[in-house]
C-alpha cells in the first residue's frame, strides 16, 4: 500500500509541476501581472506560483520516500558488470554528464538552453505589449493619494472622474487595487480613467510624468496604444526634432540611433 501511494504520489506531483512549469514559463512577469490582474482559470500569479512550491515539496517528499523504497534497486544500477559497486557506471556518467550539460550550458548560455530562456523573454515582453507595464513597480497596491502624487495627478479630480464613471470608492486611502477589486475591473483601468480624464484634450499628457519600468523595450506603436497616443502624431513630433521613427521600432531603438537615453526620447514625447 506504502509503495503505491508513494508511486502515484511521485507522478501526480510529477504532472502538477510539468503543468505549473509550463503556465510560470508563459505567464507575464510579476508587475505586469499585478498591474493587470492577470488570470489563468480564475487563478492569479500568486496562486499558481503557490501551487508549484507546493507540489515541488510533495514531489521531494514523495521522491525520498521512492528513494528509500527502492534503494536495492537503485544500487543495482551502480553495479558494475561484476556485481561491484561502482559509483561512475555507464548509466551513472552519462546521467551526470546530461545535468552537468544542462547547468553548465545554461550559465555558458549554450543551446538549446539559451533559446528557452530567450523565448521565455520573448513572452514576456509580448505579454507585457498586451497587458501593459504600470508606471511604477507594484503601483497597484499605492493608496490613490500616493498614487496621483507619484503620477502627478490631482488625487481629488481623480476621485471626481472614478466616482463619475460610476466606481465605488470609500476614501483616497484606498488602493487602486482595492478600487478594481470592489469595481470588478483591473488598476490598469483604474489608471486609464483618470489620466483620459485629466489629459485636457492633450494625448501626450495622457502619458506618465516618468516613463514606465520596461519602457525601452516595447515598441512605440505598442506604447501609443496603451496609452491612446496617435502614432502619426508621435511620429511626426520625432521628425519635426530630427529624429527618424517607426512604429515597428522599440523605443530604446529610436533612442540609441538618436543619440539619447530612451528616458530622454520618452521626455521629448511627452513634453517636447
Excluded at 550539460?101 to 498586451?130: C, H, R
Aim: charged letters at 20%; a positive charge; aromatic letters at 12%.
Amino acid at each position: 500500500m506504502l509503495r503505491k501511494v508513494v508511486s502515484l504520489s511521485s507522478f501526480l506531483s510529477f504532472l502538477g509541476l510539468f503543468l505549473t512549469v509550463v503556465i510560470l514559463y508563459i505567464r507575464p512577469e510579476g508587475r505586469v501581472a499585478y498591474w493587470s490582474d492577470w488570470h489563468l482559470w480564475g487563478l492569479t500569479k500568486v496562486k499558481w506560483e503557490g501551487i508549484h512550491i507546493n507540489l515541488g515539496f510533495l514531489f521531494i517528499i514523495s521522491s525520498i520516500f521512492h528513494i528509500y523504497l527502492n534503494w536495492k534497486a537503485i544500487l543495482a544500477y551502480l553495479k558494475n558488470k561484476a556485481k561491484k559497486l561502482a559509483i561512475f557506471t555507464p548509466a551513472f556518467s552519462v546521467s551526470v554528464l546530461v545535468t552537468l550539460f544542462v547547468a553548465g550550458g545554461t550559465y555558458f548560455s549554450l543551446p538549446p538552453m539559451q533559446q528557452i530562456l530567450d523565448l521565455n523573454d520573448y513572452l514576456k515582453v509580448s505579454q507585457a505589449e498586451k497587458y501593459g507595464y504600470p508606471p511604477y513597480g507594484h503601483a497597484e497596491i499605492s493608496s490613490l493619494t500616493t498614487f496621483c502624487r507619484r503620477m502627478d495627478l490631482d488625487v481629488d479630480a481623480a476621485l471626481r472622474d472614478l466616482q463619475g464613471y460610476g466606481l465605488k470608492i470609500a476614501s483616497k486611502a484606498e488602493s487602486l487595487k482595492d478600487i478594481a477589486k470592489a469595481n470588478y475591473i483591473t488598476p490598469q483601468k483604474v489608471y486609464d480613467i483618470i489620466r483620459k480624464a485629466q489629459a485636457n484634450g492633450n494625448p501626450f499628457m495622457a502619458l506618465p510624468p516618468t516613463p514606465p519600468e520596461g519602457t525601452g523595450k516595447i515598441k512605440l506603436a505598442q506604447l501609443c496604444r496603451q496609452y491612446d497616443v496617435p502614432l502619426e502624431m508621435a511620429i511626426e513630433k520625432f521628425s519635426n526634432k530630427g529624429i527618424q521613427a517607426s512604429g515597428d521600432a522599440t523605443i530604446k531603438q529610436i533612442a540609441n540611433n538618436a543619440g539619447l537615453h530612451p528616458a530622454d526620447l520618452y521626455d521629448l514625447l511627452r513634453q517636447g
